[in-house]
Each structure stands twice: as C-alpha cells, then as structure tokens.
C-alpha cells in the first residue's frame, strides 16, 4: 500500500518536474534543434530563402575552401583577434585581480571604477571608440603625442584596425577580473601567511599559491572567451558600416557569414559557414576540456 | 597568532634591519606600490568616459581645433537638446523600453521556473537534460540565427518584435545556469516541510521559491535589461520600419547623419549609455553577484 503510494508520488512529482522545464523543452526544439537540423541540411543546397532549395552536394562546402579568398581572409582576421584578445584579456584580468586583492583603502571605489566599462557595450561604446581613435581630434592620439609618439591612423590603416579592436577590449577587462576576484578572495589567508613565513616574496606568492588555486576560472574564462572571440561582430559592423573595410582587415567570419546570408541571402553556403565554425569552435573547446587535467587544479582531491 | 609571533620574533631578535625588510613592511611597501598601480589604470579606465562628455559639450569649431583638450572652452548643454531633437530618439527610447521590458518580465520569470525544476524536482533524466542546456551556450550565435531567421520568415515576423521577445519566454541556458546555481545554495529540508504539509511544486515555486531567490532574480534583470537595452544585432536583421527603430539602430543611423560631427554624436552615445551607467551605480551588487554565481559553478 504504502510502497504503491510513494511510487504514485514519485511519478506525479515526476511530472511536475516536466512541466517545470517545458518552456526549455519547448524553445530548446523550436529555437535551438529544429533550427540546428534545418541549417545542416540546408548547407548541402542552394537554398536562398525565397524560391530554390535544391541538393547540390558538398558544393558549397568545396566553394568555402577553394575558391573563396574572403572567406580565408575572414578567418585569418577572425584568428587574429582571437590570437590576440584571449591572452591579453586574461594576463590583464588576472594582474588586475591581484592588485585588488589586498586590503587597501579604496579597494571598492577602484573595483567599481574598473568594472564600469565591462557592463557598457553597444553602439553608444563603438561610437566612443572611433571618437577616441580617430587619428587627429581623438584622445588616443592626443596622450600618446604628449610622449612624442607619433600615433597610427587606426581605424583607417587595415594594419591597426584589429589592433584597435584589442585596445577597445581590452577596456572592458573589468568583467573578467571580477570573476578573478572572487576565486582569489575564496583561497585560506593561513596558505599566504605561511608562505610569508617560509620567506616567499610576492611574486613567488602569486605564481605558487595565487595562479594554481585560480585555474578553474582561468580555464572558464579561456572556455568562453574563446567562444566569445569567434563571435566577433558588432564592433566590426558598426565600426566599417558593414562593409568590414579598409581593405577587408575588418571582415571577421561572423561579419562576412552575416553579409552572404542576409545582403546577398546565399543561404545555403552561409549555413555551410555556420557549420565550419561550429567544428573549428567545438574542437577546440574540446581541446581544451583534454588539456585541463595538466594544468588545472581543482581543490578536493580531483586531478 | 602565527603573524603576531612573527612580528614578536621580529622585533626582538632582528632589532637592526629597516622597516621595509620586515614583513609588515614589505607589505606596506608593496601595498603603496598597489594603490599607486590602480589610482594609475583608474585615470586611464575613467578617461574615456570623461572624453565623452568633453567632447560632446564642446562647440564643432573647438572639436576640430588641434590639440584637442581634456577640458571644454564652454559647457554647451544645449549640444544635448540640439541631438535629442535631430532624430526622433524619443521613440527610439519607447520602442527600446517596450522590448527591453518585456524581455526582462520573460526571463525573469520563465528562467526561474524552469531553475526550479532543474534545482529541486525530481524526475528521469534531469541531470541529462540539464547538460544539454550548458551545452547549448557552446553553439556560436550564428549557427542558429540564420535558420531562426528563416523561421521568423515564414511566421511573417519580420519587421515585428516578435522575434526579439518571444524567445525571452522559452528559456536562456545562462540565466537557467545562474538560477539553478541559486536555488542549489537553498536547502532541500524547506522545500521537504512544505510537500509534507500536502504543498504542490508549483505552489512552493511560487510561495516559496520566487521570495527566496529574489537577489539572483535581480542580477537576471539586470543582465537581461543590459543585454536587450544593448542589443544590435536582433534589432538589426529584423526591424526594418523606421517607426519601429530601437535606440541602437537609431544611433547608427544618426552616426551616418552626423559623419564627423563628434559632439552630437557623444552627446547621443551617452544618452544611450545613460541609464544602464544609473543601473550600475544603484544596483551594483547585483552585477557583482551574478559574476560570483557564475564562478562559483566552476
């Protein structure tokens, strides 16, 4: 009796268990892998929203990597930002974090200060920056010329432009050194006091007890940041008015996907696109996930 | 008691050396060193926002005098009045609020549904089921959008806010992250005594569950309110009416109006960076919150 109770319990419980995540449930095969499986399938068409959709193979895939330069253009720029912003963002959080976690006057009034840019983005900050950079009114300039330094065209020399977009990210660095903060704030006081003891310096502090009781975030952080950096957009769009110029330093692959999927709606070769980053992103995602047990260190025992 | 011996042995059996060797001292000295580091990056991390409110006081004719300067010949607050007027940012900002409200009213409250089942009810397959859901914030954006576009094509959406909106109420793998990581931290007894007294999940949830988790609801908000008060992209690819502009939209197409006009131009950014800076210095916390939800997770 009471067994066949508790058994009808359990499956209404279960129910309602399903109810509660059908919203997911629900989004998840409308937004996320219905759309998924139609854009696998329609990477082997021509398909252009409107009239055609037939099977042509792996034309569109054989198009990609022979006989589109753009398209190489667009991943080594995407490579590039990438290459660049993840470690400089990361060295850059995890120092900052480290300056604020001592007990100094100040420590909130910095941290928010910090924090600001990371919480604005938009159109309103792009503005900023080309402001900020243009060569001869903005303030970049102006500073560096104090010094003598005779600053570049940036946003009209395809040899700084991605530069530029690394010093625009690396504004917002405050995010990441949040993240840093608080892991840094969850390691025992007694672990450094001791280390002063033994006469370790600072520095030696930082590199024995700091860097390996922070790696779970540092390697969330690589993790998102690295999917992130792929994804690189907006700034571009609005910075080169969707063009990706000059001399498409700024076309990024998600800009030139955007461009051949919604201007020119050569749908079926913008989802094989999709599909190729999907890989190079996953891979390397997974990449990381392999290379995690060497270097990250999870308290409790875990290797 | 282990620093108070050190300083104890310090001072009694090392008279001689200099303040500095000690280790108080080097970690004053240190300390100094730290503060000078960040009073330092601070100027420099402020200096672009001030620059922004410079420059967008200043006359045009100063804004082309070089060098430019740090500080203004003459406040021109009318510079703000002038760009307000030059386009229709009032229904920029209606339109904006209207989406943006709405986003935040669905993942608010869906998210938090869908957490609560994640969290603390019981049923096959959840813990699958749930792995699906961080795995599907690995996707690249773009994968699924140009498919979600195709959708939204066939619904007749385009040119609507259906397809900005709609989707807030189905659910979004970080906020459901964030919340679960919340409701985890509430012990499991609380919910227990409450199906004892004959009480139904969703009665808990919503008695029970939604008071409790207030802060994390209100660091989903503001996250929520920040990413749809900023959102280009959406706006981008499906509104195309002019009446239906957002104010992101809206300040492209002024960039384009105004070309160098940098004054206006600053005047409008700031405008639009104006409510989420309030949002920041009033609930501050609730930002910092949602960071340390989420590395509290890994």
Redesign the interface.
Known sequence: MAGKRRFNYKTREGLQGYLFILPWIIGFIVFTAGPLLFSFAASFTNYNVTSQMDFIGLSNYERLFSGDQLFWTSLYNTLYYVLFSVPLTTIGAIFLSALLNRDIPGMRLFRTIYYLPAVLSGVGVYLLWMQLLEPGTGMVNTVLAWFGIQGPNWLFDPEWTKPALIFMKLWSVGGGMLLYLASMQGISKSLYEAAEIDGANAWQQFTRITIPMITPVIFFDIVTSLIGGFQIFQEAYVMSNGEGGPVNSMLFYNLYMWQKAFEAFDMGYAMAMSWILFVIVFALTIVNLKLAPKWVHYEGGGK | M??QT?DVHQKFHQPKVSHFET?KG?RQA??II??V???A??IL?????W??LV?SVKTMQE??????TFWPESWNWSNYMKTWEAAPFDLYTVNTLTITILVVIGNVF?NS??A???AK????G?NA?FA??LS?M???????L??????F?KLQWLNTYYPLVV?A???SAFN?FLLRQFYMTIPDELIEAAKMEGA???WI?WKIGLPLTKPALATVAIFSF?GA?????GP??YVNDENLYTL?LG??VF??QMS?Q?NY??A???L??LP??IL??FF?KY??QG??L???G?
Do not use: C, E
């Open positions: 282990v620093k050190a280790i080097r240190l300390n730290n503060w580091l960040l009073a990056g601070s991390m402020l200096s672009p926002l620059w922004m420059t804004v082309m005098t070089y060098p430019p869906v549904f869908i609560y089942g994640f009810v019981p049923f096959k959840r089921l699906i859901v599907t690995m996707i690249p954006g773009f994968v699924t140009i498919p979600q576009y195709v959708l094509a989707p109420f189905f659910g459901i139904s999940h969703f949830w920040n008060w900023n959102d280009f992209l981008l690819l992101q300040l492209q960039k384009g160098t940098w131009l600053m409008g950014s700031l639009v960076l989420v800076i920041f210095f501050q930002f910092i960071i340390n989420q590395s509290g890994k």
